[in-house]
């Protein structure tokens, strides 16, 4: 069959030779076309100096993919011997021995248009083996199994063997998708409509280095999202659009807009809009139906406008909070408060601030000094040093009046002078000051910035005072705020700057500490927005904590001095942050203290230009910090591999996993185990989000974190499996699968034993899961009803979690006079079943206990915590688990949990912790899921559970009792930070 292979050359040089010699002992280099794509790197020059035989078309500019293989198919069709086949082929590709064998073999059934090579990844793993069309928006997914029971919608362009025949019907590819992707999709997509089939040459197999040339970041993210819309617009009916794209597409798009990282999916509704009339005169479409369509995309566009310029301005709010910073040295400082109006009224102090005077002007701060390790005076834990309150005022006198006068209500047993800062107020506000008998004033006749103002108030501070700087804005709520602050400061010794949550006025949570992602450097408040249930209570070390409300101990002023002066306002107490933990310090966030902040008034009332400040703020940032992100952030590297952004266990898991790894000071970089990075929505969280754009460094040791049969994906240095079954025995292929791994993590000890009898003989480590001490614990507010007992229970409708017998068993023991709720949440991924109808069938009988049903209703992780808190018991029969996250949640939570003893749930979970469900027998694991067949699990005894939910009913102090004593073990054994002990633990034995 006369073939001639077409290869696009772009910036190719280390690869084009690997690729023409992988040719040569397949077919004549004569029947060889390399389309020179605007290259400027030696590629050209390999192919005419070594492979002269090669035909190089050189052309003047960039064509893109798409262009540049129709100028060699038009060069070949118009040879003398026009071939009846003409292969794409990559550059960074090497072909197998008998490869293009294989490619041709599918074209001897004259129906075939088009055939695709199996491609595999350097390391021998298959990267793709054709791809599907994600629904409704069209996002393509490459398949990576030859057993992958998923449609067969398009052939990578990678290698695609196209039939001239075809061609001439249905015409080259569309260059339109310029410069490159989805040019395959539509070409695959155009074949089939025109009645050709296509099929992939699973004996056609290649290595293929993906991405090595691809472009990077936000442009590679705009160009794909635009060529999605075309290929929608090219190949979705009206119909289609309006029904299935159009509403998906709003949905992802407010997910993305929330976040402020809209801006693709607008840049590519713009571009739709471009191409419309066009595509709309070739589909032959109704002015109507073109117009309905170009309203729905500028909806969609404005929509995103408006959503983005709401979220932008509140995210740069959260991110933009009194940053501070290091200063260079504290004596000019206390010269400023000398040339500066300064009155000193504080020998009129109240009850709990008697202290001997100390005039400001006499302060003898010491000299700043940038070092490494702490130089400053030795710390005494356990003392409780006076405190300096530092306020800066800039106008907004009824502002700083809520916050004195809350302060002044709520402060309780510490002693404390208020030295206020005034940056030039011209609203009377000095004036008011000036009368206050508890107040130093240090009065400036301008605007010196947050920094400078701040520094001029610890070199007020007497030498012996730690220093708590405040904004005016805030308003205390609690009398044991300052107390507790002091206290956490002062009685661990590395402890050295300590933040609290800070709220918004309607109730919600603003600040638990903050983090700056490196992809923007925008800085993050950590829990901002979530509604505030009790969440963060403890003592979390963090990266940063606002400047809004941030206690700094003396002996860190000895060490570092103050605020960088260097910054105007914005990013300076994050800079300070940063240098205290260099210099050895820990900063905190505690969630005993909280405190109400009216963000940004000063800004908003000063009309200041906030952005030309925080613009000034991130500049200067980044020329001191950007090295120490790049370079000393992070230890060491690992590829995580897997779902992050569903509401499945592994993707929950994973996200827990990946934020504490990072915390720990692990560059992750995140893959999508299933598709492309941009197969997931986004997560909402910064912190994780960041970590798609990050390069697929194969060199890493990496997880795959999934089910067992995913680990062929695994592509790292160092491969690692990590999964999880629930019953006796594992499928022939995980354990195929998991014998080529380096070594094997499963989280429980009984998921080890089960992959030792299975005949896993690869090195098996126990890397347990665990739950978030923030979200869950015994404190989260709770909204019980009252005199109802609540049952609560949180599955999957599958047979595995047994929720027939858990009805049974509720439904046989109790009735409508017991003062008793059971609420499912439960979800349901079948289409075809109606689990309404099915509970109605268990439960119809008169006099019934009353059940609540929450079906597929999607509760937030930091509100999860509150439902749980709002049940009485804990329940869930299940026959068998991986780990068993709700249970675990729920002991977190305080609550008596009633389990199956069977499975991977008694790593933690015994008869000293909970009230465990007797098993009767080992049962085949019948259900649709392939992964059980020919395994067993648990069959719970349903008599045994009907009288532990009777017997928790009628002791319920004494099962309380016992869902605290579970509460407080697994939160010193079983969180996320203990999980994450364990894989670093095997990361420094990989790498050392």
Known sequence: MNTKIVIPLFQGAAYIHNCLQSLQEQINLTNVIVVNNGSTDAGPTIVRETFPKVTLIDVPKQLGFA?????????????????????????????????????????????????GSLARFPDGHIQHAGGTLIEPLWYGRNRQALTEDTPLDYLAGLALGMRVAMLEQIGLFDEAFFPAYFEDVDLCLRAKTAGWRIELADSATLVHHEGALTQQGRRHTHIIE?????????????????QLVFPAEQVQLHERASLGMSDVLRSAYAHALLMLPMIARQRGWSTTDTELIRTKLVALRTDAITIER??????????????????????????????????????????????????ATQAEPPTTQEVSVPQGKSFTPGKRPPVAIVVLTWNGLAVTQR??????????????????????????????LRDQPDVTLIANSENRGFAAGVNQGIAAAPPDHDVLLLNNDTEIIEETWLDHLRTVANDHPDYGIVGCLLLFPNGLLQHAGTYMPQHNFWGYQIGGGEPFIGQYPGIREVEGVTGACMYIRRDVIETIGGLDETYFSYYEDTDYCLRAMQAGFKVVCTGGAKVIHHENSSTRLNNADWWRMFSHGQRVFLNKWRNYFQRQRYQRGLLWHSL??????????????????????????LACIFGTDYTEPPTRDPRLDQLRNRPKDTSLPQVVYSQGDAFIKNSGRYRIGFTMLESDTLPADWVYQANQMDEVWVPSHFTRDVFMASGVRRPIHVIPLGFNPNYFHPHIQENKPANVFVFLSIFEWIERKAP?????????????????????????????????????????????????????????????????????CFVL????????????????????????????????????????????????????????????????????????????????????????????????????????????????????
């Open 226 to 242: 635009r060529q999605r819309w075309r290929l929608l617009l090219k190949h979705r009916s009206p119909d289609e659009l309006h």
């Open 877 to 992: 029969p299940t026959r068998g688990e991986g780990w068993g996250m709700p249970i675990l949640e729920a002991m977190a939570c305080g609550l008596p949990v009633i389990a199956t003893d069977w499975g991977a749930q008694r790593e933690f979970f015994n008869d000293q912790l909970g009230y465990p469900l007797r098993v009767r027998q080992l049962i085949p694991a019948v259900a649709r899921s392939p992964y059980y067949a020919g395994s067993r699990w648990a069959d719970p005894d349903i008599d045994h559970l009907r009288y532990l939910m009777r017997y928790i009913y009628e002791h319920p102090a004494e099962a309380q009792a016992i869902g605290l004593r579970a509460a407080s073990v697994v939160h010193q054994q079983w969180t996320w930070g203990h999980a994450v002990d364990r894989i670093m633990e095997r990361l420094e034995t990989i790498d050392p």
């Open 644 to 669: 992050i952004a569903h509401a499945t266990g592994y993707a929950t898991s994973s996200r827990e996993f990946v934020r504490e790894l990072d915390r720990r000071g692990v560059d992750v970089r």
């Open 804 to 872: 027939e017998l858990l009805l049974q068993a509720y439904v046989s023991e109790f009735t409508r006079s017991d003062d008793v709720v059971l609420v499912l949440k439960v979800f349901n991924h079948d289409p075809h079943f109606n689990v309404q109808q099915r509970i109605h069938e268990l439960t119809n009988r008169s006099h019934a206990p009353r059940i609540v049903v929450l079906l597929n209703q999607e509760i937030a992780e930091h509100q999860m915590g509150g439902l749980y808190r709002s049940a009485d």
């Open 67 to 115: 262009g540049a293989v129709n100028t060699g198919i038009r060069a070949a069709l118009a040879e003398e011997q026009r071939p009846e086949v003409v292969i794409a082929l990559n550059q960074d590709t090497m072909a197998d021995p008998h490869w293009l064998e294989g490619m041709l073999v599918p074209f001897d059934d004259p129906t075939i248009g088009l055939v």
């Open 403 to 432: 916050c004195f006068a809350s302060l002044r209500a709520k402060t309780r047993h510490v002693p404390y002078r208020l030295i206020v800062v005034d940056n030039g107020s011209t609203d009377g506000t000095v004036e008011w």
């Open 310 to 359: 709401k979220t932008r301005i509140a995210g740069l709010q959260a991110a933009l909070q009194t940053h501070l910073v290091p200063v260079r040295d504290l004596s000019s400082a206390a010269e400023q408060v000398s040339s500066s109006a300064t009155v000193d009224n504080s020998h009129h102090l109240g009850t709990d601030m008697q202290l001997n005077s100390h005039p």
